[in-house]
Structures are given as C-alpha cells and as structure tokens.
C-alpha cells in the first residue's frame, strides 16, 4: 500500500506531494488503472453481457441464412457489420487503455496569464490547464475531463473523448442492426433453421436479442444527439450537469488573494457575503480551488453582484499568504479542514474582516433535472466517490462510515501536524 505523503517547506508552506501520481486505494480496490484491471462494476459486467449477446445471436442465428440467402443486400450488411465491429473493437480498446492521467509539465503559467495554478490533494503536485478533475473512482486527475462512464469504468476526456463518441455512434450501429435484424426474423421464422426445429426457443433467443438490442440503440441514438449538443455548445458534460461556465474545473483567478484579503469580490470588488449551503442538491463551487462547497454544506463567501463568484474559509485562509498554493480538497476533507480551522486563533486577532455577516440571498444553482441530465447520469457520472449501500446489511453501511471517517482522520491528522495556521 502506497500513503499519500504530504511535504510542506518551512518557509512558504507550501504542500507538495510526495508521490506525484495517483496513489493506491487504501482499500485494495486498485484505483488509477485501466477499467480491464480494476475490480468489474455490476452495472460494467450486465452491459458488456448485453451487448455481446445481442451479437452473438445475431452471427450465429440469422446471419448464416441472410448469406445462404443469397441476397446481395444481406451479404453488403453482414460485411459491413463487420468491419463495423472491427472498428468499433478497436477504438474500445483504445479508450479503456489509453492514460488520461493529468501530468504536469513542469512548465508554470506566465505572469501575464490570467490564472494561477493549484493543486490536487490526491495526486497532481501541479494543475497548469483548464478542465482537470480528480476522478474518485479511477483515482487519479483527468486532463480535459468529460465524464466516468459506468459502462467502461474509465474516464472520459482529453485524447479519449474522440474515440469514445465515435465508439458510441459505431455501438449504436451495431445495436441497431442486431434490433432491426431480429424484428425481421420473428416475422419468418421458418426460413431459419432454429426457427424450423424448435421455434419456442427461436422465438426466445430472438426475442431477448430484440428488446436488448433496440433498447441500446435507443439509449445510444440519445447519448450521441446529447453529445453533439455538447460539441456545438463547446461544453463539457460535468458543465452542462453541474451549470458551470466552459473551463470548469478553473484555475484560481491571478490577483485573488489581495481582493480576497480585503473581503472583495476579484471581479468587482463589491463586498463578500457570508452564506451556507443547507441544501446537498445546491451547486456551489469555490472559485478559487474548484472545490465543492455545496457538498460539503459549510459556510462560505459569495458576491451577489458576479455570476458563480464564490470563496471557501481556506482558501480566505491562503489569501493572507501570497506563496501558500491552492489545493483542491475532497468534500470530506474540506469539511473536515474547515471545522479544525475554525478553532483556530485567527478569528481573535487582530485581523479587519470586510466580509458582511448578512446571508446572500441569491437563488442557488440547483442540479440539472432535464432529459439530457437523466441521459448523462445514466451514462456516467461525474468523478465524485459513487456511494454503495446494502439494504440486506444496514451494519455494512455503518462500518463503510466507520471506515471513510477513519481514512479521512488519518490523512487530515498527519497533514494538519504541518499545515501552518493563517
């Protein structure tokens, strides 16, 4: 087992991963590697199950009398079946092996750059580039990230995304085939040799190929129309679900921590307000480190003035520490920071605060709840831990708590012994 050690320099503060790349889970799981390698979801498992079967039936049921038939149109469709399965094999092969994995370049941003970089608590001792998310499930910073497909178990994004949507539209033709091929054989049945020798199970295994094979096609038509939506609008599916501006996760804005200081907005310059996120659904997310703040229901800064302009109490923390780097934190161990920073002596001193005490009275950005929504969470999800429980076993569940609040006291003691107070 690997631990995810945090060095931080005397002078500056500054927390630099020990272990540039994705660590190990704690649990064995083998998170960081290809989909092939890690532990098979159930969900991964029923879909590869469906898709094969739907093809099998079709090669070794209907194809052998479309070529017997001699019909030139059925033999132009089984070749082009073919090298459609080919190409779409391949290109299935490229992205669940190919490493989105974010590597930092070495290579800072300029001074005239309009970000500075952060940091990922988990793996990425440096995030120069717009779009880099920490994927829970893969364990690791994903370079463009898109979405966690649940059916491949990878992430989708940066060199990967291309092929994934051609591997789509490809599936969708091979799925459609299968759908319309096993429509036409229950209608003639006699003219295939299983249908001649015992039709019920004809009808059986036709059957099952038809509902799988229409049911995918139909999900597919909609995940490629959804994404081409996406591509026209320049967005990416965590935008569109989670309603942030393209580019997000961001970089923090360069001159932040002088505005922020102040208890002005970065934009603006207009007076930070005090709110708090008591709704888990509300979409908040701190302009500075990208993290969620709306998850993890703290109390936060917010400007009414700009659109999506939000601070979290550590990173107004690092405002008064111009070489302290912005680290992007889980939502357990965010919570968990703020509530041990909240205890410290800061708050006695005799530090001017302009931020108000008055509660922002924006409306909230709520999840996305159209079709599209539903469509992209049934495809994937978007990096955060996806949640197990067992409703045979309600003790497995308060042993998972035990578990997770175990993990994350380990990890915020032994940073905290050497995480300097602001």
């Known amino acids: 087992k690997i631990q995810h050690q945090w060095a931080f320099t005397a002078q500056s503060g500054v927390a630099m991963a020990a272990s540039p790349w994705s660590r190990i889970d704690k649990r064995g799981n083998g998170r960081g590697g290809t989909s092939c390698l890690r532990r098979w979801t159930l969900v991964q498992l029923a879909s590869h199950?469906?898709?094969?079967?739907?093809?099998?039936?079709?090669?070794?049921?209907?194809?052998?009398?479309?070529?017997?038939?001699?019909?030139?149109?059925?033999?132009l469709l089984v070749v082009c079946f073919w090298a459609v399965f080919v190409?779409?094999?391949t290109l299935y092969g490229?992205?669940?092996?190919?490493?989105?994995?974010?590597?930092?370049?070495?290579?800072?941003?300029?001074?005239n750059?309009?970000?500075?970089?952060?940091?990922?608590?988990?793996?990425s001792p440096a995030i120069t580039q717009l779009r880099v998310k920490h994927c829970q499930t893969c364990g690791k910073c994903?370079?463009?990230?898109?979405?966690?497909?649940?059916?491949?178990?990878?992430?989708?994004?940066?060199?990967?995304?291309?092929?994934?949507?051609?591997?789509?539209?490809?599936?969708?033709?091979?799925?459609?085939?299968?759908c319309y091929a096993a429509i036409r054989a229950v209608g003639e049945p006699e003219i295939y040799a299983l249908g001649a020798v015992a039709a019920g199970l004809f009808y059986f295994f036709v059957g099952v190929q038809a509902v799988v094979s229409g049911l995918a096609s139909l999900f597919m038509i909609s995940l490629v129309s959804q994404h081409i939506y996406f591509i026209c609008e320049g967005i990416?599916?965590?935008?569109?679900?989670?309603?942030q501006a393209a580019g997000f996760p961001s970089l923090p804005p360069r001159g932040w921590r002088e505005a922020v200081r102040n208890g002005e907005c970065p934009r603006c310059n207009e007076e930070l307000e005090t709110v708090e996120a008591e709704d888990p659904s509300e979409v908040w997310y701190c302009t500075i480190c990208q993290a969620d703040v709306g998850k993890a229901g703290i109390e936060f800064f917010?400007?009414?003035s700009c659109e999506n302009m939000n601070v979290c109490p550590l990173c107004r923390s690092l405002a008064r520490d111009p070489s302290a780097a912005v680290v992007t934190y889980r939502v357990s161990s965010l919570r968990r920071r703020v509530e041990h920073q909240a205890d410290k002596s800061f708050r006695n001193s005799s530090y001017i605060s302009r931020f108000s005490s008055f509660s922002s009275q924006r409306e909230p950005r709520k999840r996305r709840r159209t079709l599209s929504a539903v469509v992209a969470a049934v495809e994937g999800h978007t990096g955060e831990p996806v949640r197990k429980v067992s409703f045979c076993n309600p003790d497995a569940n308060?042993?998972?708590?035990?578990m997770d609040d175990a993990e994350d006291d380990g990890s915020d003691s032994s940073e905290d012994e050497t995480t300097p107070d602001f």
């Open 87 to 89: 190409a779409t094999l």
């Open 49 to 75: 199950m469906a898709v094969f079967y739907a093809i099998i039936s079709f090669a070794v049921i209907i194809q052998p009398e479309w070529l017997a038939a001699g019909d030139p149109r059925f033999r």
């Open 113 to 123: 750059s309009e970000y500075e970089s952060r940091m990922c608590e988990d793996c």
């Open 142 to 178: 994903t370079q463009g990230f898109d979405h966690h497909c649940r059916y491949l178990n990878v992430c989708i994004g940066g060199r990967t995304y291309a092929a994934w949507f051609w591997f789509v539209v490809g599936l969708w033709i091979l799925m459609a085939t299968c």
């Open 302 to 304: 917010t400007c009414d």
């Open 94 to 111: 490229f992205v669940c092996f190919a490493d989105t994995r974010y590597r930092d370049t070495g290579s800072d941003l300029s001074r």
């Open 398 to 402: 308060e042993r998972q708590d035990e």
């Open 236 to 243: 990416t599916t965590l935008e569109y679900v989670k309603d």
